[in-house]
Structure formats: structure tokens, C-alpha cells
């Protein structure tokens, strides 16, 4: 009898087809790429009137099929305009806040009725004066509280904005009011690049150095900030103080209202162990110039599960 159910029972274990072993699962975050870009023409004309297919983007040298292309896009503007009020600054500081004001009301009285600013300094600290906002005179109130003194944290400065940046809807913009490089930072150039270029945002530094040979200035900070602004799809303003001061703030808007919003899936893109991904955005006519961010930090999960696990 029992050795009639161990036949029974090996029977049954025999018409059981084995388990299939478990293969090696490799997803593969797959997010829409957003890129803000601005058109001009040789003599720095902006072009605002571009469709679709006048465009072709490549991501690590793999053509992309643009998802997403909006011209002149409403999408709303979050502005941060970080204010350097570090000890050089000096009495240079007193007109470059009546600037920034003129700017906070062109862009919040003129603009999309979504558009909202926020107002940092910063010195050897990063100091959040105004989250947010479309209040202008919260941001008047809080740019008089603004005094100089103390080191320059610039890199600090654009890595904590970009962390307050990143999650919000919309465009996301960094405007940088400073005279010179970073002096007193706990995070340093590549930490700062990538902070903003994880929070897809565009840098615009507006350069206000009084001083125009270079004995005395930080040339090293200037190329830096040229390096930032261009890897992100910004470009750097040199003003005097006065009336140029406040036509750069009036050419970062005018950029601001005619760029292009490109976005794509990326497809096919090769493994590599660099995270960065490099974008190239061109456009069929050659005599126009294309300004937009160098790339972004893609994202890569690995889900292993080894067979018979």
C-alpha cells in the first residue's frame, strides 16, 4: 500500500513541469526630457516663429522623436533671483536692487498670471527672503532688508535654489546678481551645475563689476559663471550700472517670452557608466543659432534577481 502512493505520488510530481528560472530584470527610468530653448539669428535676433519640423534633437548622438514642442511657450515662469550681498558688492548694491525691483513688476505685471518669484541672498550664508510669490510688495519689502557684508556663497546659493526649483511646475529660471566668483561655498562648481541641471532649470548671471580691467576682479568666478549659464541654455549679462542694468533684465524677459519648449522620450540611448547625457538641439537652417542646456543627469535602476531567487 504505501509503496503504491510513492508511485501515485511521483507520478504527479513528473506531470509538474519545473519552474521556470528567473531571469535577470533590468528597468530603465524612462522620463520626459524637457528642453527651453532659444532661437536666434546671426546678428542676435530672436526667432520666435519655428514648428516642429524645423527641429532635430539628439541625445548621446541617438536621434529623438520630439513628444512635446510648444512656440513661445505659456507654460508659467518660476523666477529665483539670488542676490549676492556679499561685502564687495558695495555701494553698487543699493542699484542693483531698484533694478531687480523693476524686474520682479515687469515680470509679474506683464507676464503669464501664473508667473511667481522668489528673492535669496547671499553672502558667506544663503538666506530665503521670499518663497514664491506674485506678491510684489512682499519682494519690495524683503529687498530692503538686504545689507552687505561677508563672503560669497555663490555655489551654495544656486544649489539650495535649485532644490526649491525642481519640483515645481512650469519653466524654471535662476537669475544670479553678482560681482565676481564664489569665495566661502560648502558645495562647490560640478555640485552647483548639477543641482540646476536636475531641476531643469536656466541660469542667466547678471555681472555687475564696476571694475573693467582685471587687475582686481575674479576673471576664474566670470568663466565659471559663463560655464554655468551656457550648460544650462542661459547666457551671461555684463551691465554697467543704470539704464544697461536694467535693459539685461529687460533681455532676459524678452528670451524668457520667445522660447521654444522641446520635450522627448529617450529611445535606444546606449548604457554608459557616465550619468550625464549629452543633448544636441539643431535646427535645418543654418544661419540661426540654437541656445539651450547642454544635457541632463539621467536615471538609471537595476533590479536583479539572481535565478532560482
Not at 33 to 62: C, P
Not at 125 to 142: G, I, K, M
Amino acid at each position: 500500500m504505501i509503496s503504491r502512493y510513492f508511485f501515485v505520488a511521483a507520478l504527479l510530481l513528473a506531470a509538474v513541469p519545473p519552474a521556470p528560472a528567473q531571469e535577470t530584470v533590468i528597468r530603465v527610468k524612462v522620463r520626459l526630457v524637457r528642453m527651453l530653448a532659444t532661437v536666434k539669428t546671426a546678428a542676435g535676433q530672436l526667432v520666435g516663429s519655428l514648428e516642429r519640423r524645423n527641429f532635430a534633437i539628439f541625445d548621446n548622438g541617438i536621434k529623438q522623436d520630439i513628444a512635446v514642442f510648444e512656440r513661445q511657450t505659456e507654460q508659467p515662469l518660476s523666477v529665483s533671483v539670488l542676490v549676492d550681498n556679499s561685502g564687495s558688492t558695495g555701494i553698487e548694491l543699493k542699484y542693483e536692487l531698484d533694478s531687480v525691483n523693476r524686474f520682479f513688476r515687469a515680470l509679474i505685471q506683464d507676464g503669464n498670471p501664473e508667473d511667481a518669484a522668489a528673492l535669496y541672498s547671499f553672502n558667506w550664508e544663503v538666506r530665503l527672503l521670499n518663497n514664491f510669490t506674485r506678491s510684489l510688495s512682499h519682494l519690495d519689502q524683503r529687498l530692503k532688508l538686504i545689507r552687505s557684508e561677508g563672503g560669497t556663497s555663490l555655489y551654495d546659493a544656486i544649489y539650495l535654489a535649485s532644490q526649491d526649483l525642481q519640483y515645481r511646475q512650469g519653466r524654471h529660471v535662476m537669475v544670479l546678481v553678482t560681482d565676481g566668483g564664489d569665495t566661502t561655498s560648502l558645495k562647490d562648481f560640478h555640485a552647483a551645475l548639477e543641482a540646476a541641471q536636475l531641476a531643469d532649470a536656466v541660469l542667466y548671471p547678471v555681472l555687475v563689476v564696476p571694475i573693467r580691467n582685471e587687475a582686481g576682479r575674479n576673471v576664474g568666478g566670470e568663466h565659471a559663471l559663463a560655464t554655468l549659464s551656457a550648460g544650462t541654455g542661459g547666457r551671461v549679462f555684463r551691465p554697467s550700472l543704470g539704464a544697461e542694468l536694467d535693459d539685461a533684465f529687460a533681455e532676459i524677459l524678452r528670451e524668457l517670452r520667445t522660447q521654444y519648449l522641446i520635450g522627448y522620450y529617450p529611445r535606444e540611448i546606449p548604457s554608459a557608466k557616465d550619468r550625464f547625457h549629452r543633448v544636441t538641439l539643431q535646427v535645418d537652417n543654418p544661419g540661426l543659432r540654437v541656445v539651450t542646456r547642454s544635457g541632463y543627469y539621467g536615471e538609471f535602476e537595476d533590479n536583479h534577481r539572481s535565478p532560482g531567487r
